[in-house]
């Protein structure tokens, strides 16, 4: 088997198989946060650190108004690429998640995978929620999904799974390698086995997070004071299941929403 340390994003088809699993359950939950929370119609759909475009390329085939941006370019021209294909209207643009503008307001955006954390400073933190209020209309919503550091019960620190499609199979294993909750960031190793008819390939990486307990993530919150929590849920995206954030939380969906 090959080896080579690269970034997992980087490799837009293998990530978007790995990290694609949820999309129907995402996809279903956001438009019924949509529904419930939003004040008026949505229409126009913002996703920050969208990636590959999984989840906008659906809702565009629904009929919404879709763009993105990300960093990595590689996934933005996958990202285009499929809208392309769809002739769906919208595009994902290269751009930094702390400083953009969008010329005309979403009705709502969504961030479902933890990308928040990787926005490792309190400052970069809060320059992203400032530039998403200026994106977001009066009423819209900002569906953030984060994983918090519980501090009743031990945090996760391991897991792995697998993922297939006709002619593709990645076995993705991510587990703690440091974790400094006073300075405030934890290092996770990241695998891709990347098993095709042509070939084998193991790509490493690894990750770095912010940490946030729940009591430093509503802090946050009440900083950036353009924003109301609507309602939280966790990752089984049951919209008629809302949850109280505690020090055992740790997946949660913060449903924010525009004052």
């Not at 939003?38 to 108004?65: D, I, M, N, S, W």
């Not at 569906?143 to 002619?167: F, N, Q």
Request: hydrophobic share 40%; with cysteine.
């Amino acid at each position: 088997m090959e080896t080579i340390q690269q970034s997992i994003y980087d490799f837009p088809r293998y990530y978007d198989l790995v990290y694609g699993s949820d999309w129907k359950a995402e996809c279903l939950f956001l438009k019924r946060c949509f529904e419930k929370f939003a004040t008026g119609e949505v229409v126009r759909l913002f996703e920050p650190a969208c990636g590959t475009g999984r989840l906008l390329y659906r809702f565009g085939k629904k009929g919404y108004q879709v763009s993105g941006l990300d960093l990595n370019a590689k996934a933005v021209a996958y990202c285009n690429r499929r809208l392309e294909k769809k002739e769906i209207q919208g595009a994902a643009l290269v751009g930094d998640m702390t400083d953009f503008e969008l010329q005309e307001s979403a009705d709502a955006a969504f961030n479902t995978i933890n990308s928040f954390r990787h926005l490792t400073t309190h400052s970069a933190a809060v320059h992203h929620l400032q530039c998403m209020a200026r994106a977001i209309r009066k009423g819209g919503l900002y569906v953030l999904g984060i994983h918090l550091t519980p501090t009743s019960v031990p945090p996760s620190e391991d897991e792995s799974w697998i993922a297939e499609a006709r002619d593709l199979q990645v076995n993705t294993r991510m587990w703690l390698t440091e974790r400094n909750l006073d300075d405030r960031y934890e290092s996770f190793a990241i695998h891709f086995e990347v098993y095709t008819p042509q070939k084998f390939l193991r790509i490493e990486d690894e990750l770095v997070f912010r940490t946030y307990t729940a009591p430093q993530f509503a802090e946050l919150l009440d900083e950036v004071t353009e924003f109301e929590v609507a309602s939280v849920f966790d990752f089984a995206y049951d919209i008629s299941r809302p949850v109280n954030v505690d020090d055992a939380s740790e997946d949660v969906v913060y449903v924010l929403r525009k004052k």
